[in-house]
C-alpha cells in the first residue's frame, strides 16, 4: 500500500480528490494530509473519499499551518470535528512528549481507541513513551523514517516506511543540473523488508512554505519507471528565465520538452495517467493552467503511477 503525506493545501487536496472522483485510485492509496487550515476543499475532499466509501488519514496535530491556533475558536473546532467524524477519516497523530495526554483527549474527542490510530515517528527518544501508551497493541500503522533503529525496535507493529524523495532544489532553474535522477524503489521491496506499505511527499517534498511567490523558471516534475521499474524523476524546464515575466510562455517551452520527451518514449501505458495527459492536452491546446494546477497535475500523475505499478504486476 502507498500513503502518500500531502500538506493541506489547495492543490494537494484537489489532487487527490479529483483522483479519488474519476477512480483514478483504489484502497490501495490511502492519502495523508497534513491539514493548514480548515477549508472549503478540505471538506469537499473528505466529502468524496466518504461517498467513495474510500479512506484517508488526517493529522490532528499537525506541525505546519494554522490550524492548531484556528481550533483555539470554538466554532472552527466544531467545524473541524465534523470533518475527523466523517467514516472516511482515519486519524493521524505525530508522536510527540505530551502524546500520552493528547491521545487520551483523541480517544475521547472523536470517540476512537488508540489502537485506530496512525502513528508518525521522528524522534528515538520517544520510544520509550510509545511503549507506555501502547503497551498492550500497536497502532493501526506506524509510520517511521528509514532508520535502523526504529525498525528494531518496531519489527512486527504495522510499520510503513516514510522518506522525503523529492530532491528540492533552492531555484526552479537548478533542476536543469539534475534533468534525470533517481527517485525511488520502494515500491518494489518494501514487502521483502518487513514493511506493510511505504510513504513519501510525492514530488513537493517535506518542507513546507506557508506561500507562494513568482518563480523566475517554471519547472515540470515527472516521475517514471526506469528500465529496472524502480522510479525516476526526470524535470523540465523554462528556457526564458530572467525574469517573471510570462509565466504562460515559460509554461509553454517547458510542457514542449515534456512532450518531446514522452513521445519519445516507447508507448507504456503506465504513462498514460489522467495528470499527464491533462498536461500535455495544456501543451496541444496552447493552454496555460496555473502554476498551482501545475503542481496539482504533477501529484495526480506520481499518485496514479503508483496505482498502476501496484495494481497490476503483469504491466512490469
Known sequence: MYFPLLRGRQYDLLAIRDLKSEDCITEKI???????????????????FENKSA????????????????LNIESLNDEFLKIIQSPAVLIGHYLNKD????????????????????????????????????????????FIPDDRSFKRKLNGQNLIILEDKFNRQLRNRDYEDYEDEFFSEEHLYYKDEGYIGFSDYSIVGKEFNEGGFAPYAVAIHIV??????????????SDTNDDISNPAGKFNEAAKKLNIWYESKPQDSRLDTLGLQTLLEHYKLG???????LKKLCIMH???????????????
Open 55 to 70: 479512506k484517508l488519514i488526517i493529522i490532528v496535530n499537525p506541525k505546519v499551518g494554522s490550524l492548531e491556533g484556528d
Open 99 to 142: 502524546s500520552e495526554e493528547e491521545i487520551l483527549e483523541i480517544e475521547d474527542n472523536y470517540g476512537i481507541t488508540r489502537e485506530e490510530i496512525a502513528l508518525l515517528h521522528s524522534e528515538r527518544s520517544l520510544m520509550d513513551s510509545y511503549s507506555d501508551i501502547f503497551e498492550s497493541m500497536p497502532p493501526k500503522y506506524n
Open 224 to 237: 517514471y519507471p526506469n528500465d529496472d521499474n524502480s522510479f525516476n524523476i526526470i524535470h523540465f524546464v
Open 30 to 48: 490511502i492519502p495523508i494530509i497534513e491539514p493548514v487550515k480548515i477549508s472549503p476543499t478540505l471538506k469537499s475532499t473528505v466529502a468524496e
Open 302 to 316: 506520481h499518485i496514479e503511477l503508483v496505482e498502476t505499478i501496484l495494481d497490476g504486476e503483469e504491466l512490469l
Open 287 to 293: 493552454t496555460y493552467p496555473g502554476l498551482p494546477t
